[in-house]
């Protein structure tokens, strides 16, 4: 479903990206680990399109229609009406447009993109009131100001209840774990764990091992310098929760 | 004094003094002398601090004719924002009787021709007419002086509730330039609350409205006022709200800009009794060469008193907005609250605002904080929308939207407010949602 292929990424003249490499297959779940610095958040930009991510080299190639295609050229919001979702690690704060207002836009752009009809308000209303449940939110926090004095913890569940809404084919969840006390985080956990399928595919990019508690990936990857160092299934992660990066990064020089 | 010099309302005031005979003496020499007034202050000009960073163009060279009633090309009633409301239209100028609908308001209300109030009430007539003269020195309201034939003097009886009026301006223009000059007074009484909705529109290539309109409001009584101006894009225009409020009345203004070339707001409120209270809410959505002008005047002249002002603007293309907000807090005036802010949203890189607040204080024990910022839409905010599947066009328009929701918030009418949002996706659609 996606295919990295030897891609270079420089944000202002600093090569952040080096030759990475990396295929992820429909119904997977990859774990990217790595210390702070090493490029898991560019990788997240520069899949879901940020205009301030130049890709000098390589390619990034995403399943559509059943067919391979390079998504290097398709803007931000062609590539997630496409299905890939990037759950943000810093949620932006939207006044004056609210949750479910901003949900029915997003909503709706996905469907009239893929000529589904839409749904009438009250349908609407219902249907993310069936994924709010999922994530423990209740209807006065749908109706407040996007992300607008939302606690951390409140922001995280606001993105995995935007992934609910959107059911995207790939999503990547950049740190997500990162500000959730012990509950948040298994609320968090478990709704995106329901969110899991045979269909879809994800990116959990994460310092700490406790979020794969919850969420158990099939492959973890460790990055160092722009580039996976090593990979291996879930037993990696509790490698490094043990041991720390430094040895993993030593073991690779 | 007389001044010989020529203006480019000549031509309108012979036109005027054809038009209107069989006055009282005090009523022709008040409007003689308002015309020797503006001769003598001239057609504003940048060098004068009020006007600083007016742009003229080619207003202060349009030969402008008075125009003639009841040739509007668009029926005046069909205008009326106020759904299900009394409405009082005017007409290129002068107010028609049959497009107007005074029944809703039937025993609420007395309502007259200005003239006829004047006529019946000489002494109090000339109190009202120098009292709402008192921004002195404003040319525009000179020249609304020289020409004070058409209007209508309301009243609100005490105790009435839930009252409302549309106000509808309707002006339109041939292939000569002309203007239209209306004076209001509007009284309401004890205890009453009053929702009216000021409507300017018209359309046209060249023509100039200018519209005064004084309000007192009587102890307790609350007042809702919107001042809607949808101008054909020839439209030049002038309005000054004047309020006076005693004490605990309550004052929610909201006024809105979006069509006129040229268009000057003047708001002057004076808290005249103890825990008067004005709340003044405005937004203006300015594009491709249009130049739109607020100057709020608050005067808080006993203690007690509260006012709050929260104006916004986006500006597109190579508009131009001035927002000058003066506040002033006379000696004695303990305990005031005044609050105000501007907020103005840059769609463009050749729009231009001039925000200058203005604080006047005179006592000590006071709350006022003032602010204002101009700024673009974040980068980031429109990445996360569009991280959403929405376009970058789509982005920017619920951006905008959101930028504006405070202001549109606290509006109770749904017939306003439904008008307001449907102009405001107009605005947004009009071109690109910018840069």
């Known amino acids: 479903m996606l295919n990295i292929e030897n891609l270079n990424v420089e944000v202002d003249g600093t090569s952040i990206l080096n030759n990475l490499n990396l295929t992820i297959n429909t119904g997977e779940v990859h774990a990217i680990m790595g210390p702070n610095g090493s490029g898991k958040s560019t990788l997240s930009k520069v899949l879901a399109g940020h205009p301030d991510y130049h890709v000098e080299s390589g390619d990034i190639k995403f399943e559509i229609n059943l067919k391979e295609k390079s998504i290097l050229e398709m803007e931000a919001d062609e590539r997630a009406r496409e299905g890939i979702f990037l759950a943000f690690q810093y949620p932006t704060e939207v006044p004056g447009v609210s949750n479910i207002e901003f949900l029915k836009a997003a909503f709706n752009a996905v469907c009239e993109h893929h000529g589904v009809e839409l749904m009438d308000e009250q349908s609407f209303k219902e249907f993310v009131k069936s994924k709010q449940q999922l994530l423990g939110v209740d209807d006065s926090f749908i109706e407040r100001g996007l992300n607008v004095d939302f606690s951390g913890g409140e922001k995280k569940r606001n993105e995995i209840l935007q992934m609910a809404v959107l059911s995207p084919r790939l999503a990547i969840l950049d740190e997500t774990d990162s500000g959730l006390d012990v509950d948040s985080l298994k609320v968090v956990g478990q709704g995106v764990n329901k969110l899991r399928s045979k269909r879809n595919s994800m990116i959990l990019i994460t310092h700490y091992q406790r979020l794969l508690d919850y969420i158990v990936p099939d492959f973890v990857h460790v990055f160092h310098k722009g580039r996976i160092i090593k990979s291996g299934d879930k037993s990696l992660a509790a490698e490094i929760e043990k041991n720390g990066f430094d040895k993993v990064i030593a073991e690779f020089q | 004094m007389s001044v010989d010099k020529l203006t480019n309302f000549d031509r309108a005031k012979t036109s ?257 009794g103890p825990f008067a209270e004005a709340n003044l809410n405005g937004v203006y959505l300015p594009c491709e060469s249009q130049f739109v002008d607020h100057h709020t005047n608050i005067v808080h002249e006993v203690p007690d008193t509260k006012s709050s002002q929260l104006y916004k603007g986006i500006l597109k293309d190579k508009s131009r907005a001035v927002f000058a907000g003066r506040i002033e807090v006379k000696p004695g005036a303990a305990r005031t609250s005044a609050f105000q802010l501007n907020k103005n949203l840059m769609l463009s890189n050749d729009a231009e605002v001039d925000t200058t607040p203005q604080l006047q204080i005179d006592h000590s024990d006071v709350k006022c904080s003032h602010g204002a910022t101009v700024g673009q839409l974040s980068a980031e905010e429109i990445f996360y929308l569009q991280s959403r599947g929405l376009r970058s066009n789509a982005a920017k328009q619920l951006l905008c939207k959101g930028y504006i929701s405070d202001v549109f918030k606290p509006i109770q009418h749904v017939s306003i407010l439904d008008y307001l949002n449907s102009s405001l996706v107009d605005f947004l659609g009009k071109g690109s949602a910018g840069a």
């Open chain 2, 16 to 272: 005027f003094n054809g038009v209107v005979g069989g006055s009282s003496p005090w009523l022709s020499e008040y409007r003689e002398k308002s015309y020797e007034d503006f001769k003598l202050l001239g057609f504003p000009t940048r060098k004068q601090e009020d006007w600083k960073y007016a742009n003229f163009r080619d207003f202060k060279n349009t030969d402008f004719d008075y125009l003639s009633p009841g040739s509007a090309t668009k029926a005046g009633s069909g205008l009326a924002l106020l759904e299900g409301a009394a409405t009082i239209v005017f007409d290129n100028g002068s107010f028609s009787q049959h497009q107007s609908n005074l029944a809703p308001i039937d025993g609420l209300v007395e309502i007259c021709s200005l003239a006829d109030y004047l006529a019946d009430h000489e002494q109090s007539g000339k109190d009202l007419l120098s009292s709402s003269d008192a921004m002195t020195g404003n040319p525009m309201v000179s020249l609304n002086s020289a020409f004070l034939a058409q209007g209508v003097y309301v009243k609100v009886l005490a105790d009435t509730k839930n009252a409302e009026i549309n106000f509808v301006y309707n002006t339109s223009s041939g292939k000569q330039a002309s203007s239209a000059f209306i004076r209001n007074i509007v009284d309401l009484g004890e205890n009453s609350a009053v929702s009216i909705c000021e409507h300017f529109t018209g359309q046209g290539d060249h023509y100039f409205s200018n519209t005064v309109t004084s309000y007192r409001l009587a102890s307790d009584a609350c007042l809702d006022h919107f001042r809607i101006e949808s101008e054909s894009s020839g439209g030049f225009q002038f309005s000054e709200q004047k309020f006076h409020l005693s004490e605990r009345a309550t004052l929610n203004s909201f006024v809105f800009n979006m069509g006129a070339s040229w268009s000057r707001n003047n708001l002057s409120v004076n808290l005249i």
